[in-house]
């Protein structure tokens, strides 16, 4: 074991330096670094029960990581090989050289992974922003993906919630690093308890060990010189995609997706609005909607038990793989 790595963690080396701590690496899951051409990306993955079973890709949201699928994963062992990427410039994965953090380019970091490793087709989740990055995979290379999973997918919504503007807000340039300026001194206890009161439904229903957990992963991040840059054009490039009419609009892409699809949308959400979950049930032409009351943004955090159930029924439609 080198001086780098503890049980139960593992450090990930990045493009930027200095090293700003681990990632967290909970018991029965691996981190590995995949080098593609222009971009770097962190993959978690957890071995599957048993050999042959189909693989399936996990994508996380705006400012989250692989480690927002660590709740469902185990549950899903079972019945696929799971992987989990941070996209570029979140999680432990540097930014892309090219500094494209649009949907697009995010989507592309997602096939050229997935083209590299032959792995496709794929059972293709995504949350929030995750959830455009899959649509629009899905959408362009069906080829790639089996199933699509989508948990509150940032799909283009004409009124937008209020609770949902400051995120939108980051987009507006220079907002980002006077936010920074601005919470300077803010501990990364508050910073956490923030996040939670937006993404989830009940925040008391995280134990004292997860909120512990996301707090040293707040204090690892903060610590990233390019952390805000990637949450400012991320969320500038969810902006853009929300404007983009024609063949590129995500609506339109949605209506193209061949896979059978589950939605999952959250009564309680204050990013992506509970009134989507009918818009997107009309757009993709074969899909099933589980709305949960009580979830906010991050159902497959708060209620993966009822998310693994939705997506193990979608298999049995489909024979079981």
Not at 96 to 111: L, M
Not at 155 to 170: K, M
Not at 236 to 250: C, E, F, K, N
Not at 299 to 317: C, G, N, S, T
Request: contains cysteine; charged residues 20%.
């Amino acid at each position: 074991m080198s001086s780098t790595e503890l049980p139960g963690v593992r450090a990930v080396a990045t493009a930027v330096p200095p090293a700003v701590g681990t990632v967290r690496v909970v018991e029965g899951e691996e981190l590995r670094s995949v080098a593609l051409p222009g971009l770097t990306l962190t993959v978690r993955s957890r071995p599957p029960e048993r050999t042959g079973l189909p693989p399936a890709l996990y994508v996380h949201g705006l400012g989250g990581s692989s480690q927002n699928w660590s709740a469902l994963m185990p549950l899903l062992q079972d019945v696929v090989d799971g992987e989990a990427v941070d996209l570029p410039g979140f999680g432990d994965s540097p930014p892309p050289d090219d500094g494209n953090y649009s949907v697009t380019g995010h989507a592309r970091a997602v096939i050229r992974f997935l083209d590299a490793g032959e792995r496709g087709p794929v059972h293709l989740f995504g949350n929030s922003l995750g959830g455009a990055v899959a649509t629009r995979v899905a959408a362009v290379r069906p080829d790639l993906v089996r199933t699509l999973t989508l948990v509150s997918p940032a799909l283009p919504e004409i009124r937008v919630q209020r609770s949902a503007l400051p995120t939108g807000l980051l987009a507006v340039p220079g907002v980002a690093g006077l936010f920074a300026r601005l919470t300077t001194d803010w501990s990364a206890e508050e910073r956490t308890r923030g996040v939670m009161a937006l993404c989830y439904g009940d925040p008391a229903r995280v134990s004292e060990a997860g909120f512990r957990a996301a707090v040293a992963e707040t204090e690892r991040r903060m610590g990233l010189p390019y952390f805000w840059d990637a949450m400012a054009r991320s969320a500038r490039g969810i902006v853009d995609a929300y404007t983009l009419g024609g063949q590129h609009g995500l609506w339109r892409q949605a209506e193209r997706v061949l896979a059978p699809t589950q939605l999952v949308y959250g009564g309680r959400d204050q990013l992506v609005s509970y009134r989507m979950a009918r818009k997107a049930s009309a757009a993709f032409r074969d899909s099933r909607l589980l709305t949960l009351p009580d979830a906010g943004h991050v159902a497959m955090m708060e209620y993966p038990e009822a998310v693994a159930q939705a997506f193990r029924e979608l298999l049995d439609e489909r024979g079981g793989s």
